[in-house]
């Protein structure tokens, strides 16, 4: 099957001081088109940094990042900018919405830099489908910590995103809105055919997904389809 998300053989070091700290050890995966993933390991494992490498929002020390045919290492700020906009969504762990724009306006921004029409109408549409039509004009620190996820999930869906990134999408939140949550990144899933990308450390999460791959010190220790329950 086609392969929207392709790795291999990655690195990614930092500067330490004088010293040179591997974060991400030769890490080489494939992603199908449509298929669910999740990424789990202990705390400082690379989980982060391995999704930021992902979604083309840093780059790594050596290997290749294919996405969607995009050989990411190959291209400029701009080229990247370009295509996280058209193929991708992220859902950061700390929901990184612009305190100073109202839901509705963060909502906004990534149709208006993609240059689209009706882009109110359209953030409306959305943050009505995610439950917070209600909220459009609120500002994110007049917002629970739901209601902040549900606004970025709703950005991270306002492109039709072939792919989504989600880090610790449920972190965050109490149970019963995590389980909407979910509920949501999964819709996406299955009614827009969207390929799923998670970092958690809720198995229950990781078993909702048809992969898990587990990290530890940087290195893949497993890659192994999930026996679905549901
Ligand atoms: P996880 O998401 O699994 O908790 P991270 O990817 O956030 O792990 O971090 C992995 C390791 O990389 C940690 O030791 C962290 O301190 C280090 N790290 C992450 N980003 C940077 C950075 N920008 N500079 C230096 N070290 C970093």
Redesign the pocket.
């Known amino acids: 099957m086609e392969s929207i998300l392709s790795l291999q053989q990655v690195s990614k070091t930092?500067?330490?001081g004088n010293r040179l700290?591997t974060?991400l050890d030769n890490v080489s995966f494939s992603v199908p088109k449509g298929a669910t993933l999740s990424i789990v390991?202990?705390?400082?494992?690379?989980?982060?940094?391995?999704l930021?490498l992902c979604a083309g929002l840093d780059r790594c020390s050596s290997g290749r990042v294919v996405l969607q045919n995009n050989h990411l290492e190959k291209l400029n700020e701009d080229q990247l900018a370009a295509v996280r906009n058209k193929y991708i969504g992220f859902i950061f762990q700390n929901f990184q919405l612009m305190p100073t724009l109202t839901a509705i306006e963060n909502v906004m921004v990534p149709l208006e830099l993609r240059g689209e029409k009706k882009v109110r109408a359209r953030a409306m549409e959305l943050l009505d489908k995610v439950g917070i039509a209600d909220r459009s004009h609120h500002y994110p620190a007049q917002l629970s910590g739901g209601e902040q996820q549900r606004v970025s999930i709703a950005r991270a869906f306002c492109n039709r995103p072939g792919i989504l990134f989600a880090?610790e999408p449920t972190g965050n939140l109490d149970a019963e809105t995590s389980e909407k949550i979910v509920s949501l990144i999964f819709d996406l899933n299955k009614e827009a055919g969207t390929t799923l990308v998670l970092?958690t450390h809720d198995g229950d999460l990781a078993a909702k997904t048809q992969r898990i791959i587990h990290?530890k010190g940087?290195k893949i220790v497993s890659d192994k389809p999930t026996i679905l329950t549901a």
């Open positions: 930092f500067k330490s700290l974060v390991g202990p705390s400082g494992s690379g989980k982060t940094t391995l930021g880090d970092v990290l940087g």
